[in-house]
């Protein structure tokens, strides 16, 4: 996971339906990571988790999904390139963490990702 090129990263904001995050990165070719608190309810592998208590990322482009962006995170993230946030809060912590911020429910922005990346393919990681 340290090594992949691209990542993209779901959290609890995700409600606990990671089948879109999975989808975008299939699409785009990425690797699929958690926070913690996802594996820590059961609903992924500790091995995917980013951050202090997993892996840190050194990604050209993570993009994170359902992440509020707490510390123990965003540590993961300190030697990634581009970094994507996607929340619904607009004063989420992991904004001030990303390069490009997108406010609104992932519900319908993840949906949106896929199809218009999707459109220019995955590539190798």
């Known amino acids: 996971m340290s090594k992949a090129e691209r990542v993209v990263v779901a959290g609890l904001g995700c409600k606990d339906a990671l089948t879109l995050p999975r989808k975008l990165a299939d699409v785009t070719g990425s690797v699929f990571g958690v926070s ?3 594996a820590d309810k059961g609903l992924a592998p500790k091995n995917l988790v980013i951050g202090s208590t997993g892996s840190s990322l050194n990604a050209k482009l993570a993009v994170v999904v359902g992440v509020s962006g707490a510390a123990h995170f965003t540590s ?3 030697n990634v390139e581009t970094v994507v946030a996607v929340n619904s809060d ?3 912590e992991i904004f001030k963490h990303a390069d490009y911020c997108v406010v609104g429910d992932a519900s319908k922005i993840v949906p949106r990702l896929i199809t218009e990346l999707g459109e220019v ?4 990681q």
Do not use: T
């Open 90 to 92: 607009p004063n989420a």
């Open 121 to 124: 393919g995955g590539s190798s």
């Open 36 to 38: 913690r608190p996802l």
């Open 76 to 78: 993961g993230l300190r």
